[in-house]
């Protein structure tokens, strides 16, 4: 292919472009913040689970220690019926007799219920630090998701932002490079998946870095401005400039 020889090096312009499109491209594909996020979202999942684990141990202890209580009410109720009865000296000796072996009965007994209402409270008292220290904990990661999100909103809007002036500039170039040479850089670009050109410099192809040689060397010395070469080994368009090296 014949192109002049300024239009193909408006192809290392285009190339540029093309370079800082794709870097835009993997910078908004391996994002850090993005990371940030995904590691704020997943702190908020476990301490969710901590807090709602947390909870439910507190409920369980409160309905325990309710139902003690119930139970330490009824044998206080008892035993102050008892002691009704014995005050009221109607009471026959035989009766009194079994009313004070019960009433020694739900002494003990009400005391077993308030040791465990009491061990209760303890546990409940330790829930509830557990209970603090994951909902302090889910506040923090809700607080450090929102940052993340801010500082990932505000790189995609960066990117954004340059790939729209990349984008423009690429159009800009491109409407300058004559239809054929367009085509073929292009076409070039795909099957590479970067750039369609690169600047042959120091007798070595720019795109990948192989130092041209022997008949190739001498093709490239030899060939006519206007000729557009390709690279043998990465099949880029090479552009020759000033230093090249020919």
């Not at 090096?9 to 391996?30: C, G, M, S, Y």
């Amino acid at each position: 292919m014949q192109a002049d020889h300024f239009d193909q090096q408006k192809l290392l312009a285009l190339a540029a472009e093309d370079v800082a499109l794709a870097q835009l491209a993997h910078r908004r594909r391996t994002l850090p913040e993005n990371a940030a996020v995904t590691a704020a979202e997943d702190a908020q999942r476990e301490f969710t689970a901590d807090v709602v684990r947390a909870e439910t141990e507190v409920r369980d202890l409160d309905r325990e220690q309710k139902r003690l209580e119930t139970d330490v009410d009824a044998v206080r109720a008892r035993s102050d019926k008892d002691q009704q009865r014995l005050d009221s000296g109607a009471a026959t000796p035989k009766e009194m007799t079994s009313l004070q072996q019960e009433m020694a009965s739900l002494a003990r007994r009400q005391g077993d219920l308030e040791d465990q209402v009491l061990e209760l409270m303890e546990r409940r008292e330790a829930a509830d630090a557990t209970l603090a220290t994951a909902q302090a904990g889910l506040a923090g990661a809700r607080a450090d998701q929102s940052t993340a999100e801010q500082a990932r909103d505000a790189a995609l809007a960066e990117i954004a932002e340059g790939e729209q002036t990349h984008t423009a500039k690429r159009a800009e170039i491109a409407g300058t490079i004559t239809a054929p040479l367009l085509a073929l850089y292009d076409r070039v670009a795909k099957s590479t998946g970067t750039t369609g050109a690169a600047a042959l410099h120091a007798r070595r192809c720019e795109g990948c870095r192989i130092e041209l040689y022997g008949t190739e060397l001498a093709a490239a010395r030899n060939a006519d401005p206007h000729t557009v070469l390709r690279c043998e080994n990465c099949n880029r368009i090479l552009v020759r400039t000033a230093e090249s090296g020919l």
